[in-house]
């Protein structure tokens, strides 16, 4: 097995070189994908346990949009209640 690699490679030493190249080019992509994502995370947890003014700001835009959000939904359920009194006063006439 390691003889008929090492004659293909003396027969194909462009091929062989280019080859190697490319797995090494590989090899540094995924190194740098590895890093890249280690150095996210690592931020990621700094800002989590630091806290950020923007999360602190998104925070409080979440908070308010869902207080409206229950607000115009209990408006809603009032409305549909007083139609629905409506309509059954309605019906018995």
């Known amino acids: 097995m390691t003889d ?11 091929l062989a070189t280019f080859l190697i190249g490319e797995a090494l080019t590989i090899a ?3 190194a740098s994908l590895i890093a ?4 996210m ?8 346990v630091r806290g950020s003014p923007h ?3 998104l925070e409080h835009r979440m908070t308010t949009t869902e207080a409206e959000t229950a607000s115009n939904k209990n408006s809603i359920n009032r409305i549909v209640d ?6 059954n006063k309605g019906d018995r006439k």
């Open 36 to 39: 890249y994502a280690v150095r």
């Open 28 to 30: 540094a992509i995924l």
């Open 55 to 57: 999360i602190e700001r």
């Open 4 to 14: 008929d690699v090492k004659t293909w490679a003396k027969s194909n030493p462009g």
């Open 41 to 48: 995370d690592t931020r990621i947890e700094t800002l989590e």
């Open 82 to 87: 007083v139609m629905t009194r409506e309509l």
